[in-house]
């Protein structure tokens, strides 16, 4: 656990420094981060043009919904891009022979070794969304922002889970950095609140593709009294899907020391 | 004569990716599942439709349409090649494709139209399938579909040269990926791909339309639905040439600014 | 400099096999759409039932050809690769348990293959690396100290490695490998792509390394240079199999006892005078290629440049896969 922190600390140190050699990223990603601010603010406020309310949720609602969407949009590509993405290149080039050697967790190394500091903007503007709309709502309080962050964290957790087990088919299939667009696609959906979506794709968008506990949930914690079933679920579904993640891992491990050559 | 050779250097450059990309089976599985977010959107939108309360006489086969058909016209404007380009550029691999006989740029294009060629062909069935079974075709008009296969064309040029031109940034920058994310976001959103155009409040919308996005999925859609009427078709397809004149040139002249100070830096 | 032979070796190798499933599929276009539906496999046997032991504070050079065995086999040692059959033991474990005491004890280092990141300086690698290993502040203080010296990487230390030289790279990468003082280690052709300072320099590096920390190194190369440098003895692995052991000095002076002279000519030469210098091993049009005791190069050379219309003359050391025919041909009388 120390020798974690540890870890993570000079992977973010690293992470500084190599994104030092790249002063010009700085600008780009906050660009980046800005624009998407902008469009999807655009966006969500053309769909209130057209309507009072988004399944039963309100503007300012959807703007905390939003808010939390440019949270994780920020927490990926601080965290998850620069690294997951990277697994078919390791092993490709043959550097996850090197990472397998290291007397460490393979996939805590893989997971977080670079961190795009760069990246924060995003979490910077999402919070401020949701703090903003909190206050518009009148319910800005420690206990509203406890409850917020109780829910936050599984939707880490999955989120983090989800890019795992979809980055670890690389093991198998060799070309797979695009796999990343079959989550972006799902994770579009989490714009809006799962509510506003026919039934039956609410049930798939909370149980096939866990896209209501990444947005939808923690939101809702934010402006509600979210049910402690709810919460419980949640937790439970994010330790789930880190255990997932793990067995997977290991799981590939074993089949690429079994069959590479 | 010259026509002739280049024209079979392109096939044999097309034919060599395509070999390539069906290499990739787990392509496919991408591909159909990774362009299926309009497909998502279009929920959202037969949902508000029915709980009655958009304004403007709409049905839901309207949205069906719609979203159908930015699903194809997204599935034909998939590109990715700027990560080719930008690995070429900085890894010094570029040198040697200079020196071949072929410009590089239309070694681009056939890597591109490959992974096109691949494609569209598993997205086809999904899309007719869908058309047919929500009756959706009768919002298409018959009429303008020549003409919306026309700027389709040409929303197809827009982005490849916009994609093109993010390439040759390369040359400068060191990692141009934030910018190819930051295209693409705003392709989504500002394109029409979750909020039809015609939805936008006015103000908003003449803004939007100021930039290349719409021309590349929405306008296209329109078009095909027959929802523009003679001079707002004009002015759209005058736009599209802009875009593509402005893009394309400027793409080109950073391409030639690009690989005159090229020092094949890398390994 | 090995241990007295009642001590357990370091590494034994026992039965070892392993066999891997490829797919095979034709060129062309054709073919790749008719494999996203059919995939024939056959089986490879890269590894067929090997058998050898080292004991601590050797170093053993592992040669052979391309595709014989020598990468898969030191896979299988680190425990990267699981092996179809048969039992390993290095240092007392199990190496595909990858137990992390045993990962602490080892470490491999790829010719061409780099695991330092471009961005970081190597100073950044060295950091990083004293973290996972659990380095205590002194030992690496000593290493550090110790390897920068050897490997002469002082004032390279930190520059971001993209800017750096080859060469520098690798030292750099060696540096990194060895801070954790490992007990045993693993080199896949570390001189490969170098120039021939640096081939030496690295050379002299592991020979002090070994000395000073009494380390057990395994050492795969598919130059001869490689191994006179530094083998106590040579392990020849082909197609898979073990096809000597023994010491290199006797391997070395037998086999290595000619080399191969590559000429070009101006005009056409009579093959039979030709034949007066040294043996012929090709002749064809205007080259040739020309073995020749390794004492008499100098006198030789000299005298086919003066002699014979030559306009390039090159001086090589035989190629391996001679070396390993001519192995076969007196497997009688090596030992």
Known sequence: ?261 | MIRNSGFRKFMALLAFYSTEFSNYRAEFVIYLLGGSQPIIMLFIWVTLNNSGQLSGDYTSTHFVCYFLLIYAVRNCNAMWFPWAMDEEIRQGDLSFKLLRPVNPYWNYLAYQLADNVIRIPLMLPVLIGGFYVTSAYTELSPTHLPLALLSLLFGISIHFYSNFLMGTVSFWLERTRALEMMYYSMLILLGGAIVPLELFPDGLRQIVMFTPFPYLLGFPVDVAMGRLGGAELVRGFAMQAVWVLLIGLTGRALWRAGTKGYSGAGA | MSQPADEPPCITVEGLRKVYRVHKRAAGFRNSIRSLFYRPMTEVEAVKGVDFSIQSGEIVGFLGPNGAGKTTTLKMLTGLMYPSSGKIQVLGYTPQKRDHDFLRRITLVMGQKQQLIWDLSAADAFALNKVIYDIPDAEYKSNLGVVTDMLGIGDVLNKPQRTLSLGERMKCELAAAMLHSPKVLFLDEPTIGMDINVQQNVRQFIADYRTEFNATVLLTSHYMADVTALADRILVIDGGEIVFEGRSDALVSRFSAAKRLKLQFGSAVDPVRLESYGEVKALKGLTAELDVERDAISVISSKLLNELPVVDIAIEEMPFEDVLAQLFDRSGDIR
């Open chain 1, 1 to 261: 656990m120390i020798r974690s922190t540890r870890l993570i600390r000079q992977f973010f140190a690293n992470g500084l420094q190599i994104e030092m050699e790249y002063r010009g990223e700085f600008l780009i990603s906050a660009l980046n981060s800005l624009l998407a601010f902008v469009s999807g603010f655009v966006v969500l406020y053309a769909v209130f043009h057209n309507v009072s309310e988004l399944g039963g949720w309100a503007f300012e609602e959807g703007l905390i919904l939003f808010g939390v969407f440019l949270i994780i949009e920020g927490y990926i590509a601080m965290f998850l891009q620069p690294n997951l993405s990277r697994l078919s290149e390791y092993i490709r080039l043959g550097t996850m022979d090197f990472i397998l050697l290291k007397p460490i967790s393979s996939q805590f190394f893989v997971s977080f070794r670079f961190i795009n500091i760069w990246a924060f903007p995003s979490i910077v503007l999402g919070s401020g969304l949701v703090i903003y709309g909190m206050w518009a709502l009148d319910v800005l309080s420690p206990l509203g922002m406890a409850r917020f962050l109780l829910l936050l964290c599984p939707a880490l957790m999955i989120v983090y889970a989800v890019w795992c087990i979809l980055n670890t088919t690389a093991f198998w299939w060799t070309q797979v950095e695009n796999i990343n667009l079959i989550f972006r696609t799902f994770f579009e959906a989490g714009r809006f609140p799962v509510t506003a979506y026919p039934r039956w794709l609410q049930v798939v968008l909370t149980a096939v593709v866990p896209v209501a506990f990444m947005t939808t949930f923690p939101a809702q914690a934010a402006f509600s009294q979210i049910g402690v079933s709810t919460s419980v679920i949640s937790w439970i579904v994010g330790i789930f899907a880190l255990f997932v993640s793990h067995a997977f891992w290991r799981y590939a491990l074993s089949k690429y020391a079994s069959a590479s050559s």
